[in-house]
């Protein structure tokens, strides 16, 4: 799992970790990639259903946001797009 999407899942779907895992990144007193990659692939395995990732139609790079309707790499808009 890379990076961006570790970081997209811990920052946008915070309310799928334990309590245990909230406490730990919150006191942590450096990075540590590890863990907060476990953190990622445990909600992935266990709740993938829960977990959007807005990709970009044009480029499929993973969006800043879960809520975004630009993409940061291409420029690309969906702003007027409707979801059905």
């Not at 899942?9 to 476990?38: G, V």
Request: glycine share 2%; with cysteine; proline share 4%.
């Amino acid at each position: 799992m890379n990076r961006e999407t570790v970081i997209y899942i811990i920052n946008y779907f915070r309310n799928l970790m334990s309590i245990d895992e909230k406490l730990t990144l919150k006191y942590k007193m450096m990075e540590c990639p590890e863990l907060e990659e476990d953190i990622a692939k445990r909600i992935m395995k266990e709740t993938p259903d829960k977990v959007f990732f807005n990709n970009c139609s044009k480029c499929g790079k993973l969006a800043r946001t879960p809520f975004a309707k630009q993409c940061r790499y291409c420029g690309y808009s969906w702003h007027s797009e409707q979801i059905i």
